[in-house]
């Protein structure tokens, strides 16, 4: 189970981002008191238009941030003070994940394994089992630099869950990939939920929300303004689809 309580999570601003943010303030509140709680089985999705805070609460689950206020645990650990265990349990996918394209898949794997401490036998069994689900077999042994996009990004998700984490966490799963790489990473997410993992998403393409996510939460900047299945989502706005929903929310929250 995860639980995020009262997160918040402030920025300081320094000069050329008090520029391109257009303001004289020294400080950004990304994230502000939202709670929410994920348990095992469920692919829980953390919805928002660009900027909303979804990445800040990401890395903070996943402990490359630390909160300003409030506590996160993952499986009971907190993710400050106990933040090895936390990563022991955490598989995180982003598209910016950049493997070094001088090196193959195989190698990669291996290196990543044994990076979070797995014997040979393990990294072999798990390289086997990720490498049959996403087909890189036949370009095991090709440089990274020599593979499709589309072969890159299933490889870094393989790489990313070779530990095969109780807990994983994707930001933006689908964005920037082709129609088949999408559908096949959305199978595998799938795929996870069914062997009892724990899923958390973050998007803002509400199609993907409503075919992906058991429950979601949505944040319009900051804060949350909803949490519950996406039954429960349409039926407290009284609307026919997700997006329907996201845009009434939007305009209540900006007082539109
Ligand atoms: N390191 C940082 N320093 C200052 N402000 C930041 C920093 N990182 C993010 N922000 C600001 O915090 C807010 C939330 O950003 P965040 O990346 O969490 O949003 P997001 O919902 O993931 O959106 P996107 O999809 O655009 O990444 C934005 O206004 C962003 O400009």
């Known amino acids: ?62 402990t490359l941030l630390k909160p ?3 506590q996160i645990t993952v499986s009971g650990y907190d993710v400050v ?25 195989n190698y990669t794997m291996g290196f990543f394994g044994r990076l979070h401490g797995m014997s040979e036998t393990q990294i072999e069994s798990r390289k086997k089992e990720l490498f049959d689900y996403f087909g890189v077999n036949k370009f095991a042994d090709k440089k990274i630099n020599e593979l499709s996009t589309g072969m890159k990004q299933k490889l870094s998700i393989a790489v990313s869950v070779i ?5 994983v ?14 559908r096949a990473v959305m199978a595998f997410l799938d795929n996870l939920r069914t062997q009892g993992k724990l899923v958390i998403v973050s998007t803002h393409i509400m199609t993907v929300a409503t075919k992906l996510c058991d429950r979601v939460g949505i944040i319009i900047d900051g804060k949350k303004v909803i949490e519950g299945t996406i039954g429960d989502v349409l039926r407290d706005t009284q609307c026919d689809d997700l997006e329907d929903a996201f845009f009434k929310l939007y305009k209540e929250a900006i007082g539109d």
Do not use: C, W
């Open 1 to 62: 189970m995860i639980e995020v309580k009262h997160l918040t999570k402030i920025y300081k601003l320094n000069k050329k981002q008090k520029m391109e943010l257009n303001t004289k303030a020294s400080t950004k509140i990304a994230v502000n008191d939202v709670s929410f709680t994920a348990r095992e089985g469920e692919i829980f999705g953390l919805l928002g238009p660009n900027g909303a805070g979804k990445t800040t609460t990401l890395r903070s689950i996943v």
């Open 68 to 70: 300003t206020k409030g």
């Open 81 to 105: 003070k106990d933040s090895k265990e936390v990563r022991k349990r955490i598989g995180f996918l982003t598209n910016e994940l950049k493997l070094d394209g001088h090196f193959t898949p």
């Open 163 to 167: 530990h095969d984490p109780e807990v």
């Open 169 to 182: 966490i994707f930001d933006e799963p689908t964005n920037g990939l082709d129609i088949i790489t999408a």
